[in-house]
């Protein structure tokens, strides 16, 4: 059934669409400025792709936003579903799949997140290295057609570590402090308890999300080079001492909004020679 459901999905694309983008973007909670940047658009509802799980939260608009920049196709996918929606890690990287189908082998993933690392500040962007799979789920369970080197995917590379280095440098040619971390992934959609940031620190995580990691794990089943990337918009609970709530977040990525979309501009304009 999966496989009939990505066939029609990619059909319905394809009569929208006449060409494949190079990169895709998954545009994170308050990110989704950076679409507004694409010359060329076409706009495709979420809810209109056959079968694709539909986001159902504040700050996630559903569309795909193909078209051209800084020089370079791409897609940009405006909104994401999350497990806390009641979806299965397997349903969330419904995307993920789907863009396989189209041809993508470059993804760079955002989201927003809270601090867990006390050197971290509000405004940060976090390059993530590595990740702590902590939802409990996996986007490979339960495919049973999977040959035993695609089920058992090797995770030591997960974050591109060429990408991590050319966008370290990025950063710092544009005179951005960026951080390096490892990113942990909480189901939601409450945020975590104090003691909870406190055994993630410990566990070695520098930031935390309620999202990413299913993708990523998908994104590398199918062969692709990720590149993530974390808006740190607060401080997780029991370091500042101030109450969390989602405002906040989408405050925060619309404060950084232009220093986000100059790095990610300036990250396309090179990409295609990575």
């Not at 809810?47 to 996630?60: L, M, N, Q, S, T």
């Not at 969390?244 to 405050?251: F, I, K, M, P, R």
């Amino acid at each position: 059934m999966d496989q009939q459901n990505l066939k029609n999905s990619i059909k319905y694309l394809q009569a929208q669409v006449s060409h494949s983008p190079e990169v895709a973007v998954i545009l994170g909670s308050g990110l989704g400025t950076l679409a507004d940047e694409i010359i060329d658009k076409i706009i495709i509802e979420c809810k209109d792709i056959p079968h694709y799980p539909v986001p159902r939260i504040a700050g996630h608009a559903g569309v795909w936003v193909f078209g051209k920049l800084n020089g370079i196709d791409i897609v940009a996918l405006k909104g994401r579903v999350h497990t806390y929606e009641g979806y299965s890690a397997r349903h969330v990287t419904y995307p993920i799949r789907l863009l396989a189908e189209v041809g993508i082998r470059k993804l760079i993933i955002t989201n927003a997140a809270g601090a867990i690392n006390k050197n971290f500040k509000p405004g940060d962007l976090m390059i993530i290295h590595d990740h702590i799979n902590f939802l409990f789920d996996n986007p490979l369970i339960g495919d049973n057609s999977l040959s035993a080197e695609q089920r058992f995917t090797d995770l030591s590379s997960a974050y591109d570590k060429d990408f991590i280095d050319r966008t370290m440098t990025i950063g710092q040619s544009l005179e951005f402090q960026l951080q390096k971390g490892v990113l942990i992934c909480f189901k939601g959609p409450s945020y975590e308890t104090a003691a909870e940031i406190q055994m993630a620190r410990i566990l070695g995580a520098d930031a935390g999300t309620m999202s990413t990691v299913p993708e990523v794990i998908m994104a590398k089943q199918l062969n692709m080079r990720v590149l993530g990337i974390s808006c740190i918009t607060n401080m997780g609970t029991g370091i500042s001492g101030q109450k969390l709530n989602h405002d906040e977040v989408t405050e925060t990525a619309n404060r950084i909004k232009d220093k986000f979309v100059k790095l990610m501009k300036e990250i396309l304009k090179q990409i295609h020679a990575w």
